[in-house]
């Protein structure tokens, strides 16, 4: 089965700073892919960021960005420049495909979540 | 755009009720799951329908909880009778079917909060 940890329950960062929060993972697979996902205080959950696990490239979307070390199975999210707005939960969830299920067959997995606190 | 509908936002009822939980996913959207999120054990996968099937359901509690499909515009989540460590955060999430490419987003609905007396 599949793991997911994120080892900071809590963490602070003044606002327009940067931080990074930890996610690692445990996998015998070689095909999946990664998220984040935010969850602020109106409890929507917000797609953040994913990561195709045959990519060498870190993805990146505008503040966000990710450090994906495959052999090290981290996926490690950096916010830059904080805002208020991105104080929330943030969750880390691996995805991979479950064998001979067909197309949508898939098994999502996610850590318990790191709550951000961004101060002004 | 609509996104994922759930109802109700809030339930408060008294242990050995029946409780239940809906949702409507985003329009074209095949893929339909439930959560639930408690601190004690953070966003936990329930159940998950494509087509309206359930393909897996392994993350479901127990017996008192079911999940219905019945058709491409709706499903419900029921818990009966309910007991008090089902308080949690329910949510319901929809994306189009994955391709082998399992690059498609879910989209989360709102959540439903409930808490058992």
């Known amino acids: 089965a599949q793991t997911v940890t994120q080892s900071q329950p809590e963490m602070s960062v003044q606002e327009a700073e940067t931080v990074t929060l930890s996610c690692t993972y445990d996998t015998s697979e070689s095909n999946y892919y990664l998220f984040w996902y935010k969850q602020p205080p109106s409890r929507q959950m917000i797609l953040v960021i994913r990561?195709?696990?045959?990519?060498?490239q870190n993805a990146t979307e505008n503040r966000f960005s990710v450090n994906f070390q495959k052999a090290a199975k981290s996926f490690s999210l950096k916010i830059s420049d904080s805002q208020l707005g991105d104080t929330a939960m943030y969750f880390c969830?691996?995805?991979?495909?479950?064998?001979?299920?067909?197309?949508?067959?898939?098994?999502?997995?996610f850590g318990k979540g790191t709550k951000l606190s961004v101060i002004p | 755009d609509a996104g994922v509908i759930q109802s109700p936002r809030h339930e408060v009822t008294e242990m050995g009720q029946e409780v239940t939980l809906r949702c409507k996913p985003i329009?074209?959207?095949?893929?339909l799951f439930w959560y639930r999120q408690t601190m004690m054990r953070g966003l936990e996968l329930l159940i998950y329908f494509n087509n309206n099937v359930p393909i897996d359901d392994s993350g479901m509690p127990e017996d008192r909880f079911s999940a219905k499909m019945p058709n491409a515009s709706f499903s419900t989540l029921k818990i009966q009778p309910s007991e008090p460590r089902d308080s949690a955060v329910y949510f319901c999430a929809s994306s189009p079917i994955l391709s082998t490419r399992l690059n498609q987003p879910q989209h989360f609905g709102d959540g439903t909060r409930l808490s058992i007396l």
């Open positions: 990561q195709e696990a045959y990519k060498q």
């Open positions: 969830a691996f995805m991979k495909t479950l064998a001979g299920g067909g197309a949508g067959s898939y098994q999502l997995t």
């Open positions: 329009s074209g959207h095949n893929s």
